[in-house]
């Protein structure tokens, strides 16, 4: 297919790509939104994995994975799955770059909903027996399953894992009080291995991969589903999901990024299909943007 120049008769009218296209959302936008995640081998083991070691009450489970992945998205689809237990008290951290441990335990205490907002206790050791009075309580009071998912958790400073620690020795006779999930990339694992009496806290341990050929190819199709896609022809021929694969290693994220500059470039250039070319054309433009020895 020739690439002529680009079209401004329809991408200047103000309306979204996608709708041109048949669709009725955006369907490969790189935010976290769990309806558009498309749920592989892999990412269906960790959901049900980390599902079953949080409502068995198992202490600390980590899910590592490369820049790009889904963890992010994954660790949403974990939390809608497991909001609708009502003895599930489930608590996010999305960016744990705490200084001290004063400030990490203070943060932990307004996220659990044991203070007023604003307040915050002075010293580390009033920190630490007001979370495990709570945490104490909870259990056995009201027998909820206080839950902790941390993302980004390779920005753990070495004394925030030293609190974890400290936190998860906190047990009934029965289970641990608080459970932990860290969504973290691969950089974490040597420092927790470091952290003393840390590693073998550790009840469940996931690794995500990227996708092969026909995953990426089923997380196209699912997504342009997902879109509420109304068209009889498909919107890539199978040469350029291929290609699609091959340019982005199977990285759901990398994936996403460049399938929607596929859709807007069929905008663009008042096209109907992205084929292979248009993808091998694509990937040229970002090598050039890319510095060499830059990872994506």
Known sequence: MALSSPSVNKAGDGVSYYRLLGLKKEPFSTSPDPSFFYEAPGHQSALYRLGV????????????GDVGTGKTTLSRRLYQILSPYPSISLHVILNPAYSTELEFLNALIESFHMAESGTSLPT????LRRIETELFRRATERNLTTTLFIDEAQKL????LEILRILLNYETHEHKLLQVVLFSQ????PRIQNTRNLWDRIGTRHRLAPLDQEQTRAMICFRIQAAGCCRRRPLF???AVDEIHRQTQ????RISMMAHDALEHLVMYDCDQVDLEIISKLAGRQAVAIPAGVAA
Not at 157 to 160: H, Q
Not at 186 to 189: N, V, Y
Not at 250 to 253: D, E, F, L, N
């Open 53 to 64: 070691a949080v409502r068995l009450r198992r202490g600390l489970s980590l899910l590592v």
């Open 237 to 239: 021929t199978e040469d």
């Open 186 to 189: 691969e950089e974490l694992l």
């Open 157 to 160: 400073s070495d004394a925030s």
């Open 250 to 253: 199977g990285y759901p994220r």
């Open 124 to 127: 580390t050791s009033q920190c």
